[in-house]
């Protein structure tokens, strides 16, 4: 059987499941939803921020909330469950199809000018990447979907690099050496952007470029 509660705030009449773990939420008023759109973004600005610094599990969403001074209800009104928010921060704001594309990038003759024009281009050292990728290479190992993400933007870094190479070499390709050297090309990269990330000695992506380029020349 079923039991009504009537809440203050509201009046309104909500159900309660006997055994349910807890009541369900309200929806937010009319008033919290017209000013979502910021709301929303200051709810994923938090999640943002505590996941990179505490981890996804160490953080719980009342303390999201209360960083995006925000009610709890309406934190679950946009994301229902944690994972959520987790799975929109990627989404939104490292989305892997907005990397693609390379025009004004490669240019004939050019390969590691090319390479060097590209890793501008993705932008992997600036800080929105750096605090995303902390939680994505911490979250991957435990939360498939994240590691599908992952999986999805080295294969898109993969698939550019590998483009740019072809297209700024002024003869064919052999397939593997190119999969070989966008791989290492790729690899460095990655690894540059860590070590901004942790104030560690930064490789040099030019002479990596310079490098790749002439053992693909030879």
Do not use: C
Request: no cysteine; glycine share 8%; proline share 6%.
């Amino acid at each position: 059987m079923m039991a009504r509660v009537r809440t203050a705030a509201s009046g309104r009449a909500r159900a309660i499941v006997p055994g349910s773990l807890s009541p369900p939420v309200d929806p937010p008023g009319d008033r919290e939803v017209a000013g979502g759109g910021d709301a929303r973004e200051r709810i994923l600005d938090a999640a943002e921020d505590l996941f990179a610094a505490d981890g996804f599990d160490a953080t719980p969403t009342a303390r999201i909330a209360r960083r995006a001074a925000v009610a709890k209800g309406l934190l679950f009104y946009y994301f229902p469950r944690k994972i959520d928010l987790l799975r929109t921060l990627f989404a939104e704001r490292l989305p892997v199809h907005s990397l693609s594309g390379v025009a004004g990038v490669a240019v004939e003759g050019d390969m590691a000018g090319s390479l060097v024009r590209l890793a501008d281009r993705i932008g992997l050292t600036g800080h929105h990447w750096q605090v995303l990728s902390a939680i994505l290479f911490r979250e991957a190992s435990t939360h498939p979907d994240i590691r599908d993400h992952l999986r999805s933007l080295y294969s898109v870094l993969m698939e550019l690099t590998e483009a740019v190479l072809d297209a700024a070499s002024p003869r064919k390709l052999d397939h593997e050496r190119r999969t070989a050297a966008a791989g290492t090309f790729v690899a460095v990269l990655l690894h540059e952007a860590n070590s901004h990330r942790f104030n560690g000695p930064v490789p040099d992506l030019g002479a990596t470029a310079e490098i790749i380029s002439g053992a693909l020349r030879a």
